[in-house]
């Protein structure tokens, strides 16, 4: 018999995968196994009180705790899980500074990979709409809530300041309502900050499917805290939930339109791709499991846990996906691994939970602990407490506290933490009656259609002249980049429409760098320059044997190469 030692390998670095291997370098020595978490940040998150880095009243990086400090016996790889290949017992790893695979052996799998945020079947969601799970999520959300306060102390237009001040949340569950709870408080508390935000009021929507939010408590508390929020100036609508979204407007089901620049969206949640393909038995779209967390049809060899799985207690309860479950199920999993590999008892899940508690912002939360109801004050005590006991490690309940002390007796934190500029190839979607630019716009992109149509007006002394409607593959918006002019026509969207959006740096890129990007569009503006009429708009001509229409000497139109005949029309 093999003396060497097995190899356990756990994939997620959550609170599931973290506690497994916190707990089978208890249970297991050096010589017995070789443990190994994969997981693509080197840090564990604390999401309970990740909300709170909106409001920065947790410094970004007293939310996350070093896996390599949580886990010293165990080996950490921080990438990307590709594959999973449960028959050959072999996963890849996605390549790191060499582009190479890495593929591993296990004997023992613990999937513990989490779920995502997933906005498939909701057009303009992926474009518009920020998901709130990771320490980049937050970061990303804080930055854009100080950009949109900032762009809104200068902005004229009325509509545009309303809608810059407009903050909606899909999903009223905990993680929904703590993330508006803290957003209203950090926007309540900052605006005075901004001369011209004092006396404005800002509108903060939280969009809940059911008939009322946070269904993991009791009604009673439930009602406290829409009560509480609404006294706060959040704005609940029930018995609805978001369809769509665009760069202007969040869309409900029922057809309400919120005009917005910040859409956050905690539902609905979806399994990781890489599990998703996994060709093993699922329930309610998660991992089957056993009361010892075995995955159905690879007992003994791969356990799931946390909120990839479908788990019931030995009761029979179906156990929610929450961290004080999380950390539960791993304690089995591991006592279930270390029974594989050296022999011994053998434990299955009956964890029934102890409570919830959800907070509400600064001085106010709500608690179901061992079926006692606590609300307000008293409870927001209690979640701090009870969250700061939880958190691993002296150093990081140390640095919470000087927090949360800081941010009692000074203002919030209103710099930001900016590390990258928004740009990139990107995709958007727009609904119908949306403006994609205007007439006398600045160009700092191009645009190519995926899907959906739109159509070109001129607007000559006062008159609208509609140039063109435009469909899938054709582009428009090259000229402005081309010769630094201002958009000469307006671009409205005829249907719902996905687009490919192309900023200035990465046209200027792709020109420099391919020289036959480039020439399409050299050669295009000159032909431009020289077609002159209108009517040549609808005449196609030929660029390198693709069909190239030609536009008129300023139009911002034109097809991709390789795109079928457009559809023109003419006014
Ligand atoms: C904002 C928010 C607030 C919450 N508040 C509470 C609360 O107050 N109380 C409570 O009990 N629960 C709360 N929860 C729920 C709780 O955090 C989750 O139930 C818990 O984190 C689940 O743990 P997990 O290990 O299954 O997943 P996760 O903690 O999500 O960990 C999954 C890990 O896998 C990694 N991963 C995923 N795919 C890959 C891949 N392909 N390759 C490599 N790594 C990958 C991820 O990066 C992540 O590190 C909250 C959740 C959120 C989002």
Redesign the pocket.
């Known amino acids: 018999m093999s003396t060497d030692p097995k190899q356990v390998v756990i994939?997620?670095?959550?609170?599931?995968?973290?506690s497994t291997a916190r707990y089978l370098e208890k249970l297991l020595r050096a010589e017995q196994a070789s443990i190994t978490l994969?997981?693509?940040?080197n840090y564990?998150?604390y999401?309970?009180m990740?909300?709170e880095v909106i409001s920065g009243s947790i410094g970004l990086t007293n939310v996350v705790s070093p896996i390599r400090r949580l886990c010293p016996r165990t080996n950490l790889i921080m990438?990307?899980?590709?594959d999973i290949d449960l028959k050959k017992q072999i996963l890849t790893v996605?390549p790191g500074f060499r582009p190479r695979q890495l593929q591993l052996r296990y004997d023992h799998l613990v999937i513990?990979?989490?779920?995502?945020t997933d906005f498939h079947g909701m057009p303009g969601m992926i474009e518009n709409a920020m998901p709130?799970?990771?320490l980049a999520d937050a970061m990303v959300l804080r930055n854009h809530v100080i950009h949109v306060l900032e762009e809104a102390d200068v902005e004229e237009d009325p509509k545009l300041r309303r809608q810059l001040l407009t903050f909606v949340v899909g999903g009223g569950g905990?993680?929904g309502v703590?993330?508006m709870a803290e957003l209203n408080d950090f926007v309540r508390s900052v605006k005075r900050n901004y001369l011209r935000l004092r006396n404005e009021p800002h509108r903060c929507v939280v969009v809940q499917a059911g008939d009322r939010i946070l269904p993991e408590m009791s009604e009673t508390l439930a009602l406290f805290a829409q009560r509480i929020l609404r006294k706060r100036g959040v704005e609940i609508i029930l018995n609805d939930r978001l369809k769509a979204a665009t760069s202007e407007r969040a869309i409900l089901q029922s057809g309400t339109e919120i005009p917005c620049k910040t859409l956050i969206s905690?539902v609905p949640s979806a399994l990781?791709?890489?599990?998703q393909k996994l060709d093993c038995p699922k329930e309610g779209g998660k991992l089957l499991v056993n009361t010892g967390l075995e995955l159905k049809d690879y007992e003994g060899n791969v356990w799931a846990?946390?909120?990839?799985a479908s788990i019931k207690t030995v009761a029979g309860t179906k156990v929610p996906?929450?961290?004080?479950?999380?950390i539960r199920e791993a304690t089995t999993a591991a006592i279930n691994i270390a029974a594989a590999v050296r022999g011994g008892k053998r434990a299955e899940f009956g964890f029934e939970g102890l409570g919830?508690?959800?907070?509400l912002g600064h001085g106010a939360a709500v608690a179901q602990i061992f079926g006692v109801r606590v609300s307000g004050l008293l409870a927001w005590f209690l979640w701090r407490c009870i969250?700061l006991m939880k958190m691993p490690g002296l150093n990081r309940k140390v640095r919470i506290v000087t927090d949360w002390l800081l941010h009692l007796l000074f203002p919030p934190e209103l710099a930001q933490t900016k590390v990258a500029f928004e740009s990139g190839i990107r995709n958007q979607h727009f609904e119908p009656g949306d403006i994609i630019f205007q007439q006398g716009d600045l160009g700092d992109t191009m645009y190519v259609i995926e899907d959906g149509e739109c159509e070109v007006f001129r607007e000559q002394k006062g008159e609208q002249e509609l140039l063109a409607t435009l469909g899938p593959r054709e582009y428009f918006g090259e000229m402005a980049l081309l010769s630094d002019r201002t958009r000469n026509a307006t671009i409205r969207a005829h249907t719902a429409m996905d687009i490919l959006i192309i900023p200035k740096a990465d046209f200027n890129k792709l020109r420099q760098s391919v020289p036959a990007f480039g020439h399409v569009f050299t050669e295009l503006a000159t032909r431009r320059a020289v077609a002159g009429s209108p009517q040549s708009f609808a005449e196609p001509g030929t660029l390198g044997g693709y069909p190239i229409p030609i536009p008129t000497p300023e139009s911002e139109l034109g097809p991709m190469p390789g795109s079928p005949p457009a559809t023109r029309a003419k006014r």
């Open positions: 994939l997620g670095g959550g609170f599931a995968g973290v994969i997981n693509r940040e564990w998150v999401q309970p990740l909300p990438r990307e899980v590709e996605s513990a990979l989490g779920n995502i709130f799970r990771t905990f993680s703590e993330v905690t990781p791709p890489v599990v846990l946390g909120d990839c996906p929450t961290a004080q479950h999380a919830t508690l959800g907070s969250y």
